[in-house]
């Protein structure tokens, strides 16, 4: 069933590129899978210690096949999940443009969106789009913990905004 989900996966690539909407698809249908996956390989590695049943994680040899592809389904997840402000920083970076010049305008704008620039993508940037030595990064990397055979880049005009948008706070606030 992992094969197939892989296969499915590799299957979605266009011109070396995957787009965020067959991302959230692939996701979808194999939601299931994950689920029974990450259930089992929760219960795996339970010790009790000082009366508590505690997990460890397993880092003795290299991760198994259910453990890359819960790694490989949440990295996914989680890059999804950053997507669905696009259409917020499009506005966003609407009303920056109208107010630019206004310096206190700014500072109002910096302080409406400081936990979205300070916190939920504060790594954003380096998270996917650090990953070429000379600087030369386009499309977003996915990054995979346990998986570091499979590439995933996702197409920049997926993460238009949100880019514009994080670039322009970090340019005004740090």
């Given at each position: 069933?992992?094969?197939?989900?892989?296969?499915?996966?590799?299957?979605?690539?266009?011109?070396?590129?995957?787009?965020?909407?067959?991302?959230?698809?692939?996701?979808?249908?194999?939601?299931?899978?994950?689920?029974?996956?990450?259930?089992?390989?929760?219960?795996?590695?339970?010790?009790?210690?000082?009366d508590s049943i505690v997990r460890l994680p397993n880092?003795?040899?290299?991760?198994?096949?259910?453990?890359?592809?819960?790694?490989?389904?949440?990295?996914?997840?989680?890059?999804?999940?950053?997507?669905?402000?696009?259409?917020?920083?499009?506005?966003?970076?609407?009303?920056?443009?109208?107010?630019?010049?206004?310096?206190?305008?700014?500072?109002?704008?910096?302080?409406?969106?400081?936990?979205?620039?300070?916190?939920?993508?504060?790594?954003?940037?380096?998270?996917?789009?650090?990953?070429?030595?000379?600087?030369?990064?386009?499309?977003?990397?996915?990054?995979?913990?346990?998986?570091?055979?499979?590439?995933?880049?996702?197409?920049?005009?997926?993460?238009?905004?949100?880019?514009?948008?994080?670039?322009?706070?970090?340019?005004?606030?740090?």
């Open positions: 069933m992992i094969i197939e989900a892989y296969k499915q996966l590799l299957g979605l690539i266009i011109d070396n590129i995957y787009h965020i909407p067959k991302i959230e698809w692939w996701l979808l249908k194999n939601e299931t899978l994950y689920v029974q996956i990450k259930r089992i390989n929760d219960s795996k590695h339970l010790y009790e210690i000082d880092n003795i040899g290299n991760p198994t096949s259910d453990e890359k592809f819960i790694d490989v389904y949440e990295s996914l997840d989680v890059l999804t999940k950053l997507h669905r402000n696009e259409k917020y920083f499009k506005q966003e970076m609407a009303i920056y443009d109208r107010i630019k010049n206004e310096p206190q305008k700014v500072k109002q704008w910096l302080k409406k969106n400081e936990k979205l620039g300070t916190e939920d993508y504060v790594t954003f940037l380096i998270d996917y789009l650090d990953y070429d030595p000379n600087d030369n990064e386009y499309h977003l990397n996915v990054f995979f913990l346990k998986d570091d055979k499979l590439e995933v880049y996702v197409d920049r005009e997926d993460f238009k905004h949100t880019i514009e948008f994080i670039e322009t706070f970090n340019d005004h606030y740090w």
